[in-house]
Every structure is written in C-alpha cells, then in structure tokens.
C-alpha cells in the first residue's frame, strides 16, 4: 500500500496540489456514484434509435472508463468524461427516429465532428477562443454550471417536473416515496456539510440508498456479478462516406457546437469550484483536456458510442476534495469494475445522487460575486450566459449567448475598443449556431 501511495505522490503531485492519497481516492468514488445514472440513461435512449442495449451498454463504460483515466494520467485534472446526453438525444431521437437517417450514418457524423475537435485542439484554437472570453462570461460560467446541475437534482428527485399545459417547470409530487427520499438524503448532506464533515456527499449517497431499500425504492438485484456482453455488433460499424454530405452540415454543426461550449463551460466551472484558474479566470494547460475530449469522441465513434464530454458532475469529486488526476483515475478504474457488478453498482437510486447535485450546484454559485453589475455591459452577458443556460437546458447555448450578447452590446454602446477582434470573428458561427437550431 504504500509503494502504491508513493507511486501516486509521484505520478499526481499531490502534496503540491494540497491533498492526500486518501482525500482523492474518496472524490474519485463520490463522482463515480454521482455519474453512475449515465449507465441506465445513455444506452437506454440509444436503443430507442436502433441499438443493441447490451453490446452499448458494454461500449459506454468502457470509453467512460479509459477516457477519464487518460484524462487523470495526461492532464492531471479530477474531471471525469462520458457521453453527452444531448449529443446522444440528438442522435437517437432527431436523427434517428425523426430524420430517419441510420445510426451507422449519425456515427460518421459523430466522428467527423471529432476530427474537428482534434484539428482546433492541436491547431491552438480552442484556447485561443478561450482566452477571447471575457472576464464577465467566465465568471458567470460556474454560476450558470452550477444552476444547471441543481436543476438536474431537483428533476431526478421528482420535485420539479414538466407541465405541458402551462410549458413550464412546476412543483412534482413531493409527497411520493421518492421525493420524501430525496429530500431525506438533501438534509442529511445539508447537515453533514454544516458539520463540515469530510465526504459528506458520499456519506449521505450511501445512507440515502441505504434508507430507500426499507421504502421498496433502492432494489436490491437478485445477483451481484454478471459477465459483459459481446461490443462485435457495434464495432466499426460508422458509415462516414454517407456522412459527408452538404445537407448533413447543420446536424454536424449541432454536435460541434455545443459540445464545444460544454466541455468549455465544464472545464471552467469546475476547476473555478476547485481553485485551478488563474488570475485571468484561464484553466493552464487546458489544451491537455481538450486533447482528451477531443480524442475521445473520435475513438469513441468507432464503438458506436456519441460525442464524449467532460461532465458537469465531476465537481462532485472537486466538492469532495479532489484536486488531481488520481480522483479522475479512481473514476476511470470503477467505472470499468462495473463491467463485472453491473448490479451490485445499479442499486444506487437517482433519488440518493439527486440531493447531491442541488448541493453542488449552491458551492458553484459563488463566482458569479466577482461580476460587475454596476457596468450593464459586463453584468447583461453574465445574465444572459446564467438564465439562457437554464431556460435552454444547455450551458453550451448559455456561453454562445452569453458571448453574443457581450459583443453587441459593448459595441452599440460605443465602448468597441473592449472588444477583442477575434470575438467578431466568432460571432458568426454562434450566430449561424442558433440560426440552424430555430
């Protein structure tokens, strides 16, 4: 155990980043349970578009798994990756079921905008874009992330639900078994983070799915291991020559884009969360990351699986105190032992890591003080950046926003000389962006 502590410290730095063996191992396993619903969701919409639910399930936890090592052992970050859910919507359910378009096709597309990712990563142009962001949509990114995350947690608990008479989010039933757990599991994290109590999210995770078996919530499998199924039917399977059409750019653009902007806004969000920006609100060494991502997606393509990208629920692990690649790694390493207990893991309900988020998404609220919103054309980009992410469900359409509302109104109000000329440059993709979605 100790070669093993050793190993680590030298491979992670730990000591340099303020933290311990002990303290990243703990927020490895906290981001792990809090992600762990991407094993349920993800393969379950894609079957909805024709894929085998076995054979993707096998594909989403091994590219969640490898991705977020690589991320932990290349980057030295704590962020955790797996595959977008609005990516994975956009191709099961617009592609696919309304479209029409084979998956196989949809894959090609995927990959294509992977390459893309590759060719801005290794050409600087990511970090170019985000060192043109203003101080203004930087700071409000970990707000506007962290509202996001709250809005999942109320949503998972049942709390707040849709309404389609009135098109708007209202109160869920709050008296059902469910929300009553959740809201159980919100006040035992309240208390323990009160208390100041290490682990607190994991500790409340546990006790929460704990309590939900006596309440008929948290079932209990009637095995602990199964053996993974065969990847064979998926492999290889992306048709890129169909892809590559005219008519197919909007729906490349539509995975691109947003992905862009989410891995951004992550990256940003959560390393403000855990202390790692500088002084200019910039991540250093953030093209390591994007390498990631980027790499991810493309790889990931060729196991029929969509768009990878860092999640928003790795500040989980930040919150738990995380603060280098060993909390990735630790991500990485269990999601890949779930290939054996597939369901022993699955017991953990939505209702336990629902409590969790909202939580997570009050510690993010905190960077959005540093705005100036005694200046409108500072404080208006920061706001449309927050409300657009919510109102949209998208933090990738709340930084384009965000960024098109600084450029316009800096430069209307005659204030253009803050405005760095790369931005108008940017401006016109953002603009065809929400052109292509209306």
């Known amino acids: 155990m100790s070669?093993?502590?050793?190993?680590?410290?030298?491979?992670?730095?730990?000591?340099?980043?303020?933290?311990?063996?002990?303290?990243?191992?703990?927020?490895?396993?906290?981001?792990?349970?809090?992600?762990?619903?991407?094993?349920?969701?993800?393969?379950?919409i894609l079957e909805e578009g024709g894929m085998p639910k076995g054979p993707i399930t096998v594909a989403v936890i091994l590219m969640t798994g490898l991705t977020t090592i690589a991320m932990g052992f290349f980057s030295n970050r704590p962020f955790a990756l797996a595959p977008g859910l609005g990516s994975v919507a956009f191709l099961a359910v617009t592609l696919v079921s309304t479209e029409h378009i084979p998956w196989q096709t949809a894959m090609g597309m995927v990959f294509i905008s992977g390459i893309l990712f590759l060719l801005f990563t290794i050409l600087g142009l990511r970090k170019l874009i985000v060192r043109l962001m203003p101080p203004a949509i930087k700071l409000s990114i970990g707000a506007g992330v962290g509202l996001f995350i709250a809005l999942i947690g109320f949503r998972n608990a049942g709390l707040v639900v849709a309404s389609e008479s009135s098109n708007s989010l209202t109160l869920g039933d709050i008296g059902s078994p469910n929300a009553i757990l959740a809201l159980l599991g919100f006040l035992i994290m309240s208390v323990l983070l009160a208390r100041k109590t290490r682990g607190h999210l994991l500790i409340g995770i546990v006790v929460t799915t704990l309590i939900g078996i006596p309440m008929g919530i948290t079932e209990l499998p009637s095995s602990f291991f199964s053996l993974p199924e065969s990847v064979a039917p998926i492999v290889m399977q992306l048709n890129i020559s169909d892809a590559i059409q005219l008519a197919y750019f909007p729906f490349i653009l539509a995975f691109f884009v947003p992905d862009f902007f989410s891995t951004l806004g992550t990256l940003l969000g959560v390393a403000s969360k855990g202390g790692m920006l500088d002084k200019d609100g910039n991540l250093p060494q953030i093209d390591r990351p994007f390498l990631?991502?980027?790499?991810?997606?493309?790889?990931?393509?060729?196991?029929?699986?969509?768009?990878?990208?860092?999640?928003?629920?790795?500040?989980?692990?930040?919150?738990?105190?995380?603060r280098t690649g060993l909390t990735a790694v630790t991500t990485g390493l269990l999601f890949l032992s779930t290939l054996f207990v597939t369901p022993l893991i699955m017991i953990i309900p939505k209702e336990a890591t629902a409590p969790a988020l909202i939580l997570i998404g009050l510690m993010m609220l905190s960077s959005v003080q540093n705005v100036n919103f005694g200046d409108a054309t500072e404080s208006l980009p920061a706001f449309m950046t927050i409300v657009v992410t919510i109102f949209t469900f998208n933090f990738g359409n709340g930084i384009a926003a965000g960024i098109i509302a600084f450029v316009l109104v800096k430069s209307l109000s005659g204030r253009h000389k803050e405005v760095h000329p790369g931005l108008y440059v940017l401006l016109i993709p953002l603009i065809l962006y929400f052109v292509t979605l209306a």
């Not at 410290?9 to 703990?26: C, N, P, V, Y």
């Not at 990931?300 to 969509?306: A, D």
Request: glycine share 10%; charged share 15%; net charge negative.
């Open 3 to 44: 070669s093993l502590r050793t190993s680590a410290e030298r491979l992670f730095k730990l000591s340099a980043h303020h933290t311990d063996w002990r303290t990243e191992t703990i927020a490895g396993l906290t981001t792990f349970v809090t992600m762990l619903y991407v094993l349920v969701v993800v393969p379950g």
């Open 292 to 322: 990631v991502d980027a790499s991810g997606t493309t790889l990931g393509s060729l196991l029929s699986v969509p768009v990878i990208t860092t999640y928003v629920e790795s500040a989980a692990g930040v919150e738990a105190g995380g």
